[in-house]
């Protein structure tokens, strides 16, 4: 496995959390781990890295550096998105679309463009009235749903007021999106966490409301994906401990479902044609 030696700074590199000032200290050319367990544990929880101690080149003091395999980090921190506007027009009739609903667990390599991801989450649970209702209901309109979009180059939260993407961790988190294989091969997985601290009753009573409200979001993403030509499948199959930890989710907030989507493999004779 080939590495990349990149320093410990401020912008914590690895799985994204972020250091408090506690935990190092900079000064001049170089950074002082204080406190080093603290650091170590957090890593452990991220993507599998290695650490060890060296000598500064330049300033000769012990600072700590990270081993990262290529490919789990990009050098530049994920920047916050702005989505095209979301075309909300044409796509198949609907009687067509229910006819041509179904689940698809075979994902070619075609990525989805930026405006399909736009589309794709307006769909799901985009903003299509003025008073800030969504597309999908929820109970009482409480709108506790939050849908979270997974791709090659981390995790994301999609704003539907702002038509955006927040950025949640730079971590290629397609492993841990799913735990059927064919999850890592979508281009994008959906996962939809339910902030249970939004909802009344207990908690018996908010996670009923949150599956109910969850399954109307995934009925849109499947009816897109039917009139886009897309494929998809909702999934119950995702660690929701790992994930959860991997997101930074609060302890109320809680994974529901998720859902690939992709464009379905074609047959290699379907490619020839
Ligand atoms: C709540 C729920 C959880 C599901 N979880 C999974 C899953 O973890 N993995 C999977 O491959 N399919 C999952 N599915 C998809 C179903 O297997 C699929 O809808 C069913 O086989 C019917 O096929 P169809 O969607 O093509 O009509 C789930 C569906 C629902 C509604």
Not at 101 to 112: A, C, L, M, T, Y
Not at 157 to 177: E, H, I, S, W
Not at 237 to 248: E, H
Request: charged share 20%.
């Amino acid at each position: 496995m080939r590495y990349r030696l990149t320093c410990l700074t401020p912008l914590l590199v690895g799985d994204g959390r972020k250091l408090s000032p506690i935990d190092y200290m900079v000064w001049k050319d170089h950074v002082n781990v204080l406190d080093q367990w603290r650091i170590f544990r957090l890593l452990a929880k991220g993507p599998p890295s290695a650490i060890l101690r060296m000598e500064h080149p330049m300033s000769k003091s012990l600072i700590a550096v990270l081993l990262v395999p290529l490919g789990l980090i990009s050098g530049q921190e994920l920047k916050p998105v702005a989505l095209p506007t979301p075309q909300t027009s044409g796509g198949k009739p609907l009687m067509q679309v229910l006819k041509e609903r179904k689940s698809v667990r075979d994902f070619g390599p075609e990525q989805i463009s930026r405006q399909m991801l736009s589309n794709l989450l307006w769909a799901a649970w985009g903003v299509n009235r003025e008073d800030g209702r969504r597309t999908a209901p929820s109970a009482s309109n409480r709108q506790e749903m939050d849908v979270y979009a997974i791709v090659a180059e981390g995790a994301y939260l999609y704003d539907a007021k702002g038509n955006a993407l927040k950025p949640v961790t730079q971590t290629d988190m397609r492993k841990l999106a799913g735990t059927q294989a064919y999850a890592a091969d979508a281009p994008v997985n959906l996962i939809f966490v339910a902030d249970t601290a939004k909802l009344g009753g207990d908690d018996a009573a908010r996670l009923a409301t949150a599956n109910a409200d969850t399954g109307f979001i995934a009925q849109n993403v499947y009816l897109f994906c039917a009139s886009e030509g897309l494929g998809t499948v909702v999934r119950g199959s995702v660690n929701r401990a790992d994930l959860g930890k991997a997101m930074n989710l609060r302890a109320e907030q809680r994974i529901i479902l998720a859902q690939s989507v992709g464009y379905p493999k074609q047959s290699p004779s379907a490619a020839a044609r």
